[in-house]
């Protein structure tokens, strides 16, 4: 199977290190970046198995970053994570067009979101075995 590739996207310095520390300790390879366009750029170029994505962000917000990866074809079935502040929520009609898989609020406990992370990668390698 080899090892996933996740790119975790939050301008929050502290949530991006206990995020990635989380996810590397569990075998992933971590890539990060600050920003809405800087992840634009590192998923481009790496193409990662996962994004995480804060929603509220410099640069590109979260649900933008998500929109311009779903209209590339080579991002648009990158499944995606969507941290969010507590008591946000985005309309069904934001997530279906922007790929976004799952929601997390924050605070979230690391271990939840790495159950979530299995969650999602287990689900889309189901769908990738389904559509050859």
Known sequence: ???????VCDDESHI????????????FRVLTAEDGQEALEVALQERPDLIITDYHMPRLSGLELCRRLKV?????????IMLTARGYHLEPH????????????KPFSPRQLLV????VIMSTEGQLVLER
């Open 1 to 7: 199977m080899g090892e996933k590739t996740i790119l």
């Open 16 to 27: 991006l290190n206990v995020v990635s520390l989380k996810l590397r300790n569990a075998g």
């Open 72 to 80: 590339d074809p080579a991002t648009a079935l990158i499944p995606t």
């Open 94 to 105: 934001d997530t279906e067009d922007s790929g976004i898989c799952r929601m997390l609020s």
């Open 116 to 119: 979530t992370v299995n969650e």
